[in-house]
C-alpha cells in the first residue's frame, strides 16, 4: 500500500462542510461531535443566545458591573513580562474618556491590538484601583467600514465543543451564510401557505437566526424555524398515529359499571370525584374493540393505584388477564400487596414477578399465565421476559411510564389482540404538551387529593439551622411518627455521594437519633437487607429511613410524616415534588425540610418553588421552563432532542398552529398536490432522522 493511501480519508459526507473557508479536517471533526455533517446542518446549527452589543456605551458612561459595548482608540499598549503569567494592559480612548483593559497571558495580543488601531472592546466592567477595567473582554478591530463580526451587532454565542471557538465560529457562519446559503436552503411551503401563516422566508429566516438585524426580526425568524419543527414532528406523529390504530383491535371488556359498583363497596374509602371520573373514562374505552391508549395522570398521593386495581378487576371478570407494570422491586412488592388486598374480596388470582422470584415458583407461574389459570401478574422488568406469554392478556397498566423506555412499554402489547394500555404517572405534563407528544393518547387527569390530607409544610433550611430541625425531628419521632433522610445519588458521582450518605448515617445514628432505630437503604445494598428495612420501616419498627432516591418512586407509607433532604439543591424540582410525595400520605401534619444552599439561581429557584406550592401540575411547568422538555419526551433514535429551537411550553402558541396546519395538511392529502412536493421530500428526509 503506498503512503498516499494510508492517510486518514474524511468520510464523503464531511467533504461538503470543507467548502466552508476555514473548516479544515480538525474543525470538521469537531463539528461532528456537534451532530453537524453537511452543510444544511451547519446552517442549521444556531446560536445558543445572543448578546446585545448593537449599542455603544460612551465612555465615561459606563458603569462597574455592566457589560458593556465600547469603541475607541489605543492609547496604549504595556506587557507586564511576569514569568509564566504575563499582563498585558490596554488602554482604550473615545471623546469623552479611557477605560483599561487587561489580559493574562494573551502576550501574542501586543501584536494584533497595536497603538492607534480602532477597535470595539466588549465585556464586563470592574471598578478595580481606581480605575474602570475589563478583563479580557471580546475585541473587534475596525478597518476602514468593514463590517464587524464579533462586537458592534447583536451577538451570537453559539453551543462549543473542544476545538472550537466563538471568534472563528462567526467567520465561519458569515462566510457559510455568503457562500453556501443559495444552494442549501430551499424554501418548501407555497407561498400562499406562507403568507397566510405570515411565516418568514427560509433564507431570510437562517441569516436572521445567525445574525439578527434586531430583536424584531430574531423573533420573527426563529418563529418561522419553530414552526418548521413543530409541523414536521405532527406530521410524523401523525403519520405514526395512522399505522397504530388502523391495524389492531383489542378484547371488549363489558360489564364496566356493574364491576364499579360492587369495587366501590368494597372499598374502606370513598372515591374521590376525580378517581369516580377516571374509572368512567376507562369504563367506556375497555367496552370498545379499540385498543385503549390512556395516560392516567394524577398528582402524587392522588390514588391512581385503586383505579388501576379497578381495570384488573374488570379484566379478571370478563375472565381475561391483566398486567401490572412497575419500575422497582420495593414498589412492585408494595403494589403487589396493594392489589391483593383490593381484589381478594373478588376471588382474583394474583401473583408477583420480578427478579427475585426463585425459578421454581416462576416457572410454575408461567406455566398458569399460559393457561389462564392466573389473571393478575403485577412486577417488574421480569415479565417483559421473552419466555413470558399470556393467555389472553386484554389489560396491561404501566406505573410511572417515564421510567420506562418506549420499546419495554410496548413489549407488553405485542399480541394479535392488542391489550387495552394504561400508562400512569405522577409527573404531570400539561394538556396541550400531552397530546402534542403522544399524539393521540386519551388523558384523565386527578388533581384531587383524597379527603382529609393536610397540606405538607415545607422549608429551606440553611445550614445554620440544621441542628433546631433536628432536634425537632426528635420531638416529632418521641411522638410516634417517622421520618425519611434523602441524600442524592448522582451516578458521575456515585462513590463519593454513597458514603456521604453513609457517613452522615452513622453520624445521625450516634449523634441526635441515638435513642431512635434507623435503617439505610440504598441501590447497592441487598435486595433481601433493603425488603426487610422496608418492612420494618412499614412496620414502624425503623424510625427513620435513611434512603437515596430509590424512595422517589412510588412508596405509600402514610405514617412517615417528616422528610429531610440533603443536598436538595442537587435534585430536579419534579424529582423534589416526588420525593416530597412520600409524606403527607395519610391524616396527619406533615413536614418537609429542605437542606441546601444552591450556588446558582435556578438552584434557588428551584427551593423557593418548593417552599411556595405542593400542585404537581404548577411544579411540572416551572420544572419544564427550566430544563425543557427533554425528559418527558426522551430523544429520537439518533439521540438528538426533538425540537432544537422551539420549546413546546414557552412557544406553545406555535405548536398549536403547527398542530392544526398538521391536520390541515393531512385531512384533504394536501402533501400528495403538486405545491406540497418540496415539503413532502423535505419531510421524508426528517422522518428518517425520528
Ligand atoms: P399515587 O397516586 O401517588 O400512586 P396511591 O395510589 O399510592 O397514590 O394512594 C395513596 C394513598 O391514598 C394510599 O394509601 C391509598 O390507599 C390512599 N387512597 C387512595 N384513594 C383514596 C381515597 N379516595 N380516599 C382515601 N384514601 C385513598
Ligand atoms: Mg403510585
Not at 130 to 142: A, D, G, K, L, V
Request: with cysteine; net charge positive; proline share 4%.
Amino acid at each position: 500500500m503506498s503512503p498516499v493511501q494510508d492517510k486518514p480519508r474524511l468520510p464523503e459526507s464531511f467533504s461538503s462542510l470543507r467548502y466552508v473557508k476555514g473548516v479544515g479536517p480538525k474543525r470538521a471533526e469537531a463539528f461532528e461531535k456537534l451532530g453537524v455533517r453537511s452543510l444544511h446542518d451547519l446552517l442549521y446549527f444556531f446560536p445558543r443566545r445572543y448578546e446585545d452589543r448593537s449599542q455603544f456605551t460612551a465612555i465615561d458612561k459606563v458603569q462597574a458591573g455592566e457589560t458593556a459595548t465600547v469603541c475607541g482608540e489605543i492609547l496604549d499598549m504595556r506587557l507586564k513580562p511576569i514569568p509564566r503569567m504575563p499582563i498585558l494592559e490596554a488602554t482604550l480612548g473615545d471623546e469623552t474618556g479611557a477605560i483599561h483593559a487587561v489580559w493574562f497571558n494573551q502576550r501574542y495580543l501586543k501584536d494584533i491590538l497595536r497603538v492607534g488601531r480602532k477597535v470595539i472592546f466588549y465585556g464586563k466592567v470592574e471598578f478595580y484601583k481606581n480605575r474602570f477595567q475589563m478583563t479580557s473582554p471580546e475585541y473587534e478591530i475596525i478597518e476602514g467600514d468593514e463590517q464587524t463580526v464579533h462586537t458592534g451587532i447583536i451577538t451570537p454565542i453559539y453551543p462549543l465543543t473542544e476545538g472550537l471557538y466563538q471568534r472563528s465560529m462567526r467567520a465561519t457562519f458569515r462566510e457559510a451564510l455568503a457562500r453556501t446559503l443559495d444552494e442549501t436552503i430551499h424554501d418548501f411551503y407555497p407561498g400562499s401557505f406562507r403568507a397566510s401563516k405570515n411565516l418568514a422566508d427560509l433564507r431570510e429566516a437562517v441569516r436572521e437566526m445567525h445574525f439578527p438585524e434586531n430583536f424584531e426580526s430574531l423573533a420573527r425568524a426563529r418563529r418561522r424555524i419553530i414552526f418548521d419543527e413543530f409541523l414536521i414532528f405532527q406530521m410524523v406523529l401523525l403519520e405514526r398515529f395512522e399505522k397504530a390504530t388502523e391495524k389492531y383491535r383489542a378484547h371488549v371488556l363489558k360489564e364496566g359499571t356493574a364491576v364499579m359498583a360492587g369495587f366501590v363497596k368494597s372499598l374502606p374509602f370513598t372515591l374521590t370525584a376525580s378517581q369516580a371520573q377516571a374509572m368512567h373514562d376507562l369504563i367506556a374505552d375497555l367496552a370498545s374493540e379499540r385498543p385503549m391508549n390512556r395516560l392516567l395522570q394524577g398528582d402524587v398521593g392522588s390514588g391512581k393505584t385503586v383505579v388501576a386495581a379497578f381495570t384488573l378487576l374488570l379484566a379478571a371478570k370478563n375472565k381475561m388477564q391483566a398486567a401490572l407494570l412497575v419500575p422497582t422491586e420495593i414498589l412492585a412488592e408494595q403494589h403487589f400487596r396493594s392489589i391483593q388486598k383490593l381484589l381478594q374480596p373478588f376471588g382474583v388470582t394474583t401473583a408477583l414477578l420480578t427478579a427475585a422470584t426463585e425459578p421454581e415458583k416462576r416457572g410454575k407461574m408461567l406455566a398458569e399465565l399460559k393457561q389462564n389459570r392466573l389473571a393478575v401478574l403485577v412486577g417488574t422488568h421480569a415479565m417483559l421476559q421473552e419466555d413470558v406469554t399470556f393467555h389472553s392478556l386484554s389489560m396491561a397498566v404501566i406505573d410511572e411510564q417515564h421510567k420506562f423506555g418506549v420499546e419495554q412499554r410496548t413489549r407488553l402489547l405485542e399480541y394479535a389482540v392488542r391489550p387495552h394500555q394504561l400508562v400512569m404517572t405522577a409527573t404531570p405534563i400539561p394538556r396541550t404538551l400531552a397530546l402534542t407528544i403522544y399524539g393521540d393518547l386519551k388523558i384523565s387527569t386527578m388533581k384531587e387529593l383524597p379527603a382529609g390530607r393536610q397540606p405538607i409544610k415545607t422549608y429551606w433550611i440553611t445550614r445554620t439551622k440544621q441542628d433546631e430541625v433536628l432536634e425537632h425531628v426528635r420531638q416529632k419521632l418521641a411522638q410516634g411518627e417517622q421520618a425519611y433522610f434523602v441524600f442524592p445519588l448522582i451516578e458521575e458521582t456515585e462513590k463519593i455521594d454513597l458514603k456521604a450518605a453513609e457517613k452522615e448515617f452513622k453520624q445521625l445514628k450516634a449523634g441526635v437519633f441515638k435513642d431512635y432505630k434507623m435503617g439505610l437503604v440504598h441501590g447497592r445494598i441487598a435486595r433481601e437487607e433493603r425488603e426487610w428495612m422496608m418492612r420494618e420501616f412499614r412496620e414502624g419498627k425503623i424510625h427513620i429511613l435513611v434512603a437515596t432516591s430509590v424512595v422517589e418512586v412510588g412508596v405509600d407509607h402514610p405514617n412517615a410524616t417528616i422528610m429531610v433532604i440533603e443536598n436538595a439543591e442537587r435534585f430536579g424540582l419534579a424529582q423534589l415534588h416526588q420525593l416530597r410525595g412520600r409524606i403527607g400520605r395519610g391524616a396527619k401534619a406533615s413536614e418537609c425540610f429542605l437542606f441546601g444552599e444552591p450556588t446558582t439561581e435556578e438552584g434557588q429557584r428551584r427551593l423557593r418553588i418548593m417552599t411556595k406550592t405542593q400542585d404537581g401540575f404548577l411544579i411540572a411547568e416551572e420544572d419544564l421552563k427550566l430544563r425543557g422538555p427533554g425528559d418527558f419526551m426522551g430523544t429520537r433514535q439518533s439521540g438528538e432532542p426533538y425540537f432544537r429551537v422551539g420549546h413546546p411550553l414557552l412557544d406553545e402558541n406555535v405548536l398549536l398552529e403547527a398542530r392544526e396546519a398538521a391536520r390541515w395538511l393531512k385531512r384533504d392529502n394536501r402533501l400528495e398536490t403538486s405545491e406540497w412536493a418540496a415539503f413532502k421530500s423535505y419531510l421524508e428526509k426528517s422522518v428518517i432522522a425520528y
